[in-house]
């Protein structure tokens, strides 16, 4: 089947929060939205067609999953990378941020360090310190053109006492895909210092030519049994609000105390909609996948071009998956404000400014390049023609 990825669908005016709010966060309503990390592709046809048909009931009551939603989730997982899954080891979350909060509640206590890597996503901040943790922040590396992790600095933070650790593979904003080995190497310390790992990998569907995903659960038991993974279809299929996220933990211990905070905060039920298109969308859409992976990895390379032709001294960060571009901007010597006022006031574009994942992203931009050629041209062109009016003055 042959999809229209060039289309533009009118989005304002929709209540979106990527579209709509460009008065409010960036003060001009006419400001390019490339930042919040949802697409603007329609969704996959048989997406679209089960939602369509599960609305026309006209009642839209409670909702449980029914076993066809289970066994499409086991079936991805082990088509797509090898992961075979138990049904008994999925369960409903509102969202993988929720999620993540829930985690560290579940297995940390107040005051206690919580491991992240960054610059990372944002909510991870958020969901240790809004809990009463403490961030134990492992910088990851810069060199040559990628991120890696720096094992020696996150052994320390073992030795002193972190026993949690949130991993986002593939990682947000770096867009790296962490390797087999590198993973292994993370799973042998996590062991050796009794440290569990909360994985996001909402982003694990993402991956570009050349590079795998590897559920960090899925590499041995022992990791399965240190981890509670953090999934959902939304980022893949284009689906971020219908609720539709869910968690693997096989160790029965972790699972119990997970599942005992989701029941007591009683936040474990179903949107109406989220099986049916999760079912879809597992079942019915690779092929949409596959083409859309491709348009974002032509858009990919396109905005390195440019960046290269017409930017030299902005330097992107090896992009392996995920449809967001990192991109260093330190050469121009702008702190995070001014960069937010280059985009917003001078290019009328929105960028994601970098200091938002911590200290190390300050002088960065994310660049969500799941939208059309044509808007990802002109948002460049923008951004382009700003620096060059900077430069001048």
Known sequence: MSYQFDERTQRKGTCCEKWDLGKKLFGDP???????????????????????????????????????YLEAIISWFGRRHGWQLNASWITNTPGVVPALSVAVQSLTEPGEDVILQSPVYNPFYDVIVKNGRKVAENPLVLEDGGYRMDYGHLENLMRQGAKLMLLCNPHNPGGRVWTKAELE?????????????????????????????????????????????????????????????????????LRQKFTDRIDALAIGAMNYFGPSATIAAYNESEDWLEAVLEYIRANRDFAVGFLAERLPMLTP???????????????????????????????????????????????????????TRELLTEALERFAAAVAEMRTK
């Open 317 to 371: 960060v090896r992009s392996e998956g995920t449809y967001l571009l990192w991109i260093d901007c330190r050469a121009l010597g702008l702190d995070g404000a001014a960069l937010k006022q280059l985009m917003y006031r001078d290019a009328k574009v929105a960028f994601t400014e970098g200091s938002l994942y911590g200290r190390n992203g300050e002088g960065f931009l994310r660049v969500n390049l799941a939208c």
């Open 185 to 253: 190497r993370l799973g042998e310390l996590c062991g050796r210092y009794g440290v569990n790992v909360v994985s996001d990998e909402i982003h694990c569907d993402l991956v570009f030519p050349g590079n795998r995903h590897y559920p960090f659960a899925s590499l041995s038991p022992k990791h399965a049994d240190m981890t509670i993974t953090c999934l959902a279809p939304s980022k893949t299929f284009n689906i971020p609000g219908l609720a539709s996220s869910y968690t693997v933990i096989s160790n029965p211990q």
């Open 30 to 68: 006419d400001v390019l939205p490339l930042w919040v990390a949802d697409m603007d592709f329609k969704c996959p046809p048989a997406v679209i067609d089960a939602v369509t048909e599960r609305a026309k009931l006209g009642i839209y009551g409670y909702t449980f999953r029914p076993q066809e």
